[in-house]
């Protein structure tokens, strides 16, 4: 790879050390490999330099996690089953009993039971700061904190945590900082370049980007992701199928070109969602409405990404019955899908969060989630429009 290829060309032709013959990566559908000798077996087990069982590594996830790497400007990547097994699998690495983690409010659901729940049962104590506001984290910290997990823009509040301030707070602490880039993508910004750590993605969102394969990943040092592969992946067993693999990897290719039209929608969008007399608000990180828009325009030089959240005058109410007066935007949850999908995350992603937790987050009880597909935009702005008057 070119130092200096841009993210379109990286993202086509980083990751594909395969066969020479090969112009498309195969897909390595096997469970394990053969050796043609006991003494060959032994070898193998002993450099690990060449196929040995997919659960150990696969040479189709390889191509997937060499892109992630390369888009990110990490050393290396980790596949794994969900985006769910990235943030499990790097905390979990991060951190040990004794141990203390900072993280962001306004985290996904399921990271924020990871964080209240499971991490204190298994001995790591945690906290949830204001990543907006760096005193609030430093306030935070603890004689024992050994991490620091952001998520930015949150989901589903696209508010942002404030990176630079706060990577500032963990080199002077000496602390190990962990970033979920989902809902940006390294198209619209790259924390590593930042000064984070660790970077992890829900890949089942943009980087696969088609809404048909899940997975996760996780990028960082070369030294931090071994230790992610040989620990959690290997013995809790959260490896990525290589059909999944292969599909992301393919997803990855346009991730790019996908998301330039996903920043332009969800801007246009949010625009319009702006002006229109039934909304009661609209957040979008490019928007110069939202609260850090300048932070926005430095953090995510890239754009603003593929999700706008609103409400109607008529709270709850209203935005249900949006959701069911549209016909084009899919009622389901999950984005960075190629089609546009309208969600209430009160009722469905983030329900089992308290409520007192989701207010604290910014999560109203009408905020309605659209995450913006790839269809051409007066098309969507139709349906919006027709959906707002019925
Ligand atoms: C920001 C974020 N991180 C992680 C996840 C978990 O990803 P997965 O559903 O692939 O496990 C999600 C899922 O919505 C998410 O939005």
């Known amino acids: 790879m070119q130092k200096s290829w841009g993210m379109q060309t990286k993202a086509i032709h980083t990751g594909m050390e395969i066969a020479p013959e090969d112009v498309t990566p195969p897909i390595h559908m096997a469970n394990t490999y053969l050796f043609e000798s006991a003494a060959q077996a032994a070898e193998a087990f002993e450099r690990e330099?060449?196929?040995?069982?997919?659960?150990?590594?696969?040479?189709?996830?390889?191509?997937m996690e060499r892109k992630v790497a390369a888009l990110e400007n990490a050393e290396a990547a980790v596949a794994t089953a969900s985006g769910m097994a990235a943030v499990s699998a790097a905390l979990l690495t991060a951190l040990s009993p004794g141990e203390h983690l900072v993280a962001?409010?306004?985290?996904?659901?399921?990271?924020?039971?990871?964080?209240?729940?499971?991490?204190?049962?298994?001995?790591?104590?945690?906290?949830l700061a204001d990543a907006t506001d760096a005193a609030a984290f430093e306030a935070a910290l603890r004689p024992n904190t050994r991490a620091i997990y952001l998520e930015s823009p949150?989901?589903?509040?696209?508010?942002?945590?404030?990176?630079a301030p706060i990577v500032q707070l963990a080199r002077a602490h000496n602390l190990l900082t962990l970033f979920d880039?989902?809902?940006?993508?390294?198209?619209?910004?790259?924390?590593?370049?930042a000064?984070?750590?660790?970077?992890?993605h829900s890949a089942t969102k943009f980087l696969g980007g088609h809404g048909d394969a899940l997975g996760g990943v996780v990028a960082g040092s070369a030294a931090f992701i071994e230790r992610v592969l040989k620990g959690p992946v290997r013995r809790l067993g959260g490896c990525l199928s290589p059909f999944n693999a292969w599909l992301i990897a393919r997803g990855i290719t346009t991730l790019p070109l996908r998301m330039a039209r996903h920043n332009r929608n969800a801007l246009r969008i949010a625009?319009?969602?702006?002006?229109?007399?039934?909304?009661?608000?609209?957040?979008?990180?490019?928007?110069?409405?939202?609260?850090q828009y300048e932070l926005a325009q430095r953090q995510m030089p890239g754009g603003g990404g593929g999700v706008v959240v609103f409400e109607l005058h008529g709270g709850i109410e209203a935005g249900a019955a949006l959701l069911d007066g549209v016909t084009l935007c899919a009622r389901t949850v999950s984005l960075g899908d190629i089609r546009t999908l309208i969600t209430h995350p009160a009722s469905t992603t983030h329900r089992s969060v308290p409520r007192a937790a989701r207010l604290v987050s910014a999560i109203t009880d009408g905020l309605v989630r659209l995450a913006v597909g790839l269809e051409d935009t007066d098309d969507l702005l139709a349906d919006l429009d027709q959906a707002l008057r019925s």
């Open 49 to 63: 330099d060449r196929p040995i069982y997919t659960r150990w590594g696969n040479p189709t996830t390889a191509v």
């Open 104 to 127: 962001t409010t306004g985290l996904y659901s399921a990271t924020y039971h990871l964080v209240k729940e499971d991490l204190p049962q298994l001995g790591v104590e945690t906290t």
């Open 154 to 163: 949150g989901n589903p509040t696209l508010l942002l945590n404030d990176v």
């Open 181 to 193: 880039n989902t809902f940006a993508t390294p198209v619209n910004q790259r924390p590593i370049d």
């Open 195 to 200: 000064g984070i750590d660790v970077v992890v």
């Open 271 to 291: 625009d319009w969602l702006h002006r229109h007399p039934d909304v009661a608000w609209v957040r979008y990180p490019w928007h110069p409405s939202h609260p």
